[in-house]
C-alpha cells in the first residue's frame, strides 16, 4: 500500500488566491479518514462529501486510515474548491491511483455526492494564482474551462465526474483532454447612446467632464437621471487588459462570469432596498457585492437619499482608497472597489409626477441625507425632462472621441506617477508639480476667503478645472476653467423642475 501523495490546490480568500499543499499518509486498518488543516466547522461536512463521492464513483472506501493534511491552513471561510484535490489525494495514498499522476498539477472542483465535479467561483483568480506559482496543468470542472483558458499560460484540462479522473489517471490518458480554447468572442457595443437624450446640456457636459477627469457626479432633480448614467460607460475609454482582468476575477467571484463586460468598463445600480451583504459583500460566502461590481466602471445609485445613513457611509471608505473591507469569523476580507460614483436624487421624497407639498425645510432635510458623500463628489448638475429638439445633443461617439483626448492628454502629464486621472492626483501635487495659471489660483482662493468654497473643496475643483483644461487642449487651467469647474462644483440650485 502506497504510504505517501500530495497534489495541490487554490483558495481564495476575497479575491487573495492561496495555493495550498495537499498531502496524504496511509496507515494499515481501520477505514478513517482525518483532516487537518481544515476550519473546524468544514471537517465533517468536506469528509462527508468525499466519502459518499468516492463510494457513489464505484470505488471501494480503502481499508486503511488516512490522514490528510492542507498546508497551510486553509481560512474560516473554506467553500469547498479543494474537494477533488481531497479526494484524489486519499485515493492515491490508499493506492488506487498512482500518486506521481497527481503531484505537480493543481486540481478544483467542488464533489457532488453522486461524484459529479461541480463548477466553482473565483476560478479566474485561482488558475492564474496556479499558472504564477509555476504549475501550468490545472484541472478543473468542466463548465469552468472556457473561463479557465483565458488564462494565458494555463493548460486546462475539463473533468466532469471523480470516476472519470480516476480512469484517466489510472490508464495515465488525463492529459489528452486538454480544453481547446477558442478566440475570445468581440463584446457588443452599447446600444445606449447620448443622443437619445433630451435636452439638459448642463447635466451632458458634467457627464463628460466626470468621464475625462474620473470625478464622481451628483443629479439633481426630477429629470433623466438614470438615463445619463447608463449612457456614462459608453463615453468612457475602453479598459486595458490589466484592468479587465480584475474585472473579469471579480464578476467570476461574483458567480457573474456571463456577464462580465469584457474591455467594457461596468456598471453597477443597486436598489436602495438591497442588504448591506448584497452591496459591499461577504466574508461567509467569499462573494463580492455590487460596490465591488462596478470596479473600474460605474456606480450608479438612484434616488440616493433613500439609501440607509449606515451605507452611505460606508461608501466613504471605498472612494477613498478603492477597495472594501468587509469583516467577520475573526478575519477582515478585501475586494477591489475603485469606480466612478454617479449620486441621483430628487429635490423631495414626493413621488415623481404628482404635486409636491414638502416645505423648504423638509427638502433640505432629505438632500442632507446625503451629508456623508457629497463633500466628496466634485461635479454636480440639474436634472429636468425637456422636449426633445431636432439635432440636439451629440452622440456618444463624438463625446467619447474628446474623452478619449482628454485622458490622454491627462495620461501623459502624469506619467511617472502612480495616478492616470485627475481625479486622484493629491492636493499637494497640484500646488507644487501641476499648478494652474496664477490668475485661477488666485480666483479660486478669493472663493475661499468669501466663504463660497472650502479649503477642503479647493483641491477638488482644481482637479476639474484641470480636467475642464485637457478638455479644450490647454497646457493648464485658466481663469475660464477655474470659472466652469466652480460651476459644475455648486451646480444648480434650482429644483430640477419641481
Not at 16 to 29: K, L, M, N, Q, T
Not at 33 to 38: D, E, K, P, Q, Y
Not at 291 to 304: C, E, N, P, T, W
Not at 373 to 387: K, Q
Request: with cysteine; proline share 9%; aromatic share 4%.
Amino acid at each position: 500500500m502506497t504510504l505517501y501523495a500530495c497534489t495541490r490546490s487554490v483558495v481564495l480568500v476575497g479575491l487573495s488566491p492561496h495555493v495550498v499543499d495537499i498531502e496524504a499518509d496511509a496507515a494499515p486498518g481501520g477505514g478513517k479518514l482525518h483532516l487537518i488543516g481544515l476550519p473546524e466547522l468544514s471537517v465533517w461536512p468536506a469528509r462527508a462529501r468525499i466519502r459518499a463521492a468516492i463510494l457513489n464513483s464505484g470505488t471501494d472506501w480503502p481499508d486503511a486510515r488516512i490522514t490528510v493534511s492542507v498546508s497551510p491552513t486553509i481560512p474560516r471561510a473554506f467553500e469547498t474548491a479543494a474537494d477533488l484535490a481531497l479526494a484524489l489525494v486519499t485515493l492515491a495514498a490508499a493506492g488506487v491511483i498512482p500518486p506521481e499522476r497527481i503531484a505537480g498539477r493543481v486540481f478544483l472542483g467542488e464533489l457532488g455526492l453522486d461524484g459529479r465535479i461541480c463548477p466553482i467561483r473565483g476560478i479566474l483568480a485561482a488558475v492564474g494564482a496556479a499558472v504564477q506559482a509555476g504549475m501550468r496543468t490545472v484541472v478543473v470542472p468542466a463548465e469552468c474551462a472556457p473561463e479557465a483558458a483565458q488564462v494565458p499560460g494555463a493548460v486546462v484540462i475539463p473533468v466532469t465526474r471523480l470516476a472519470e479522473v480516476v480512469d484517466r489517471l489510472q490508464a495515465a490518458t488525463l492529459d489528452g483532454a486538454r480544453y481547446r480554447a477558442v478566440g475570445p468572442s468581440a463584446c457588443p457595443a452599447s446600444s445606449l447612446d447620448l443622443a437619445e437624450v433630451p435636452g439638459n446640456e448642463a447635466a451632458r457636459r458634467a457627464l463628460e467632464v466626470c468621464a475625462a477627469g474620473g470625478h464622481h457626479l451628483f443629479l439633481l432633480g426630477d429629470g433623466p437621471a438614470t438615463m445619463l448614467a447608463e449612457r456614462l460607460p459608453g463615453i468612457l475609454p475602453p479598459l486595458d487588459p490589466g484592468a479587465a482582468r480584475e474585472v473579469a476575477e471579480i464578476y467570476s467571484l461574483a458567480g457573474r462570469s456571463d456577464q462580465a463586460p469584457g474591455t467594457s468598463p461596468p456598471i453597477s445600480a443597486p436598489h436602495h432596498t438591497s442588504t448591506p451583504a448584497t452591496l459591499f459583500g461577504s466574508v461567509a460566502g467569499n462573494r463580492p457585492g455590487a460596490v465591488s461590481l462596478a470596479h473600474r466602471g460605474v456606480l450608479h445609485l438612484a434616488d440616493a437619499p433613500e439609501f440607509s445613513r449606515q451605507v452611505l457611509d460606508a461608501l466613504r471608505g471605498p472612494m477613498g482608497n478603492g477597495e472594501v473591507r468587509v469583516a467577520g469569523l475573526g478575519r477582515t476580507v478585501r475586494y477591489p472597489a475603485r469606480f466612478m460614483l454617479v449620486l441621483d436624487a430628487r429635490p423631495c421624497a414626493c413621488p415623481e409626477g404628482g404635486d409636491c407639498i414638502c416645505t423648504p425645510v423638509t427638502r433640505r432635510r432629505y438632500l442632507d441625507r446625503l451629508v456623508p458623500l457629497l463633500p466628496r463628489v466634485s461635479v454636480r448638475a440639474p436634472v429636468a425632462w425637456e422636449a426633445r429638439r431636432e439635432g440636439a445633443g451629440e452622440s456618444s461617439a463624438v463625446v467619447a472621441a474628446r474623452v478619449a483626448a482628454a485622458r490622454e492628454r491627462a495620461a501623459d502629464r502624469l506619467a511617472g506617477t502612480p495616478w492616470r486621472t485627475n481625479a486622484v492626483v493629491p492636493a499637494l501635487e497640484l500646488r507644487t508639480r501641476f499648478p494652474a495659471e496664477p490668475a485661477a489660483v488666485e480666483l479660486l482662493r478669493s472663493t475661499v476667503q468669501t466663504g463660497q468654497l472650502t479649503s477642503e473643496a479647493l483641491p477638488q475643483v482644481l482637479r476639474v478645472a484641470w480636467t475642464v483644461a485637457d478638455l479644450r487642449g490647454a497646457d493648464r487651467p485658466t481663469v475660464e476653467d477655474a470659472v466652469e469647474a466652480l460651476h459644475l462644483w455648486t451646480g444648480d440650485s434650482s429644483d430640477g423642475g419641481r
